[in-house]
């Protein structure tokens, strides 16, 4: 018998989330009194306290961490099975693929062109995200495969495979104390303010927050911060801008990933497809579909 139902996860999520009861409830659309029950009724068939509570403060214990890693974990999964369900049953379904704006190395269209000519090919609707859930986009299952980029999109729980590799770069205005040097390093923007990304805990931004690159680059073209990024994302640059490699910062890749759970025909058409178009792919022998066998 299962100890915990799903709705008992979003009302446990939610609270962990605000670590406020008043937010989290009008958050739930439920009252206040009724949530703190709730929770506590979880804690009673648990055994262990998940929150700590005062007049004016909500942490989470230990135990209620863990809960919050592994019930969004499991929700997310109990998401994706219902809407992988309905699309299997649907022959109508499109592919959703998810990215952020800008963040295709110029590959996308060549990648539609080529699986437009699979026998199996659907429509594929674009999907646009913020810097912090394209990830749970593919986990949750609203979209069926993404483009990434590592080292800063989390892959845990996605099979994937590398498509692009980007030399990282530095972003400043043309009136900048580097603007006219050749590369750089690290060590070399220390003191200087740089973003934090929306939903991206860490990263070590000092800076304001920003959403997305179009956001970072009109704030460093008035010179309010500089950003670090692969260069992809940054090319054709706007006037006013200069890009300097950072010799020391290591490359980024571009992947298609998908839900390693997803073993559906038109995900695997659609990999293999984009697969055909990786350099490696067009000067070698290697059959690309082999690559999702083992994926």
């Known amino acids: 018998m299962m100890e915990l139902e799903t709705r008992e996860l979003e009302y446990f ?15 739930l659309s439920i009252t206040q009194p009724a949530l ?110 993404g483009l990434l980029f590592v080292p800063f999109d989390d892959l845990d729980g996605l099979a994937h495979e590398t498509l692009h ?26 003191g200087e303010t740089l973003p934090r990304w929306k939903g991206v805990p860490g990263g070590g931004g000092t800076g304001p927050e920003v959403t997305d690159v179009l956001q ?5 073209t008035v010179s309010r911060m500089i950003g670090v990024l692969p260069r992809s994302l940054v090319e054709p640059l706007p006037p006013g801008l200069v890009c300097i490699p950072v010799a020391d910062a290591p490359p980024s890749r571009l992947v298609l990933a998908w839900n390693e759970q997803d073993r559906r025909p038109t995900v695997a058409s659609f990999v293999a497809a984009a697969l055909r178009l990786r350099p490696e792919a067009q000067s070698g022998p290697d059959d690309p579909a082999a690559a999702l066998e083992g994926a």
């Open 36 to 145: 703190s029950k709730a929770i506590q009724r979880i804690e009673s068939r648990l055994g262990v306290p998940l929150l700590i509570r005062s007049s004016r403060h909500v942490e989470l214990t230990p135990a209620g961490e863990v809960l919050q890693e592994h019930g969004r974990h499991a929700l997310n999964a109990v998401s994706a099975a219902v809407r992988r369900t309905r699309r299997a049953g649907d022959t109508r379904a499109h592919l959703r693929l998810v990215l952020k704006p800008g963040g295709d190395a110029g590959l996308l269209s060549a990648i539609l062109a080529e699986y437009a000519h699979q026998h199996d090919a659907r429509r594929v609707d674009i999907l646009f995200s913020g810097p912090a859930d394209r990830s749970d986009f593919l986990r949750d299952g609203r979209a069926d495969v």
């Open 13 to 27: 999520l939610a609270v962990a989330d605000e670590l406020h009861f008043g937010r989290a409830a009008v958050r």
């Open 165 to 190: 590799t980007d030399d990282r770069v530095v972003i400043v205005p043309s009136g900048h104390r580097l603007a006219g040097r050749a590369s750089v390093r690290m060590a070399d923007l220390e």
């Open 216 to 220: 970072l680059l009109h704030m460093i």
